[in-house]
Nanobody
């Protein structure tokens, strides 16, 4: 059974940083492309950053230069380092494969205040 549990969210002031983690299990993590997604209140879920099994990254324009995705295949863990956070980054953040597995796992709430 695939499980993807994101953690590390919280309340931070604009300009601050957070590091999200995602514990993955139930599939061969190292062989899969993975990604971070987010869903802001009243908006559709969007893809934030992706990372292939070979290490190729891709970022949404809104986070490029501020967010960094990385993985530790020995720990089956995905990370998202978020710097220079903005209020518009406020959302529930999810990790998943790319393309994503169904159903989605537990997300973590990031709130960025002015």
């Amino acid at each position: 059974q695939v499980q993807l549990v994101a953690s590390g969210g919280g309340l931070v002031q604009a300009g601050g940083s957070l590091r999200l983690s995602c514990a993955a299990s139930g599939f061969t993590f190292s062989d899969n492309a993975v990604g971070w997604y987010r869903q802001a209140p009243g908006k559709q879920r969007e893809r934030v950053a992706t990372l292939t099994s070979r290490g190729t990254t891709n970022y949404a324009d809104a986070v490029k230069g501020r967010f960094t995705i990385s993985r530790d295949n020995n720990k089956n863990t995905l990370y998202l380092q978020m710097n220079s956070l903005k209020p518009e980054d406020t959302a529930v953040y999810y990790c998943n494969a790319n393309p994503p597995f169904q159903p989605w796992g537990q997300g973590t709430l990031v709130t960025v205040s002015e």
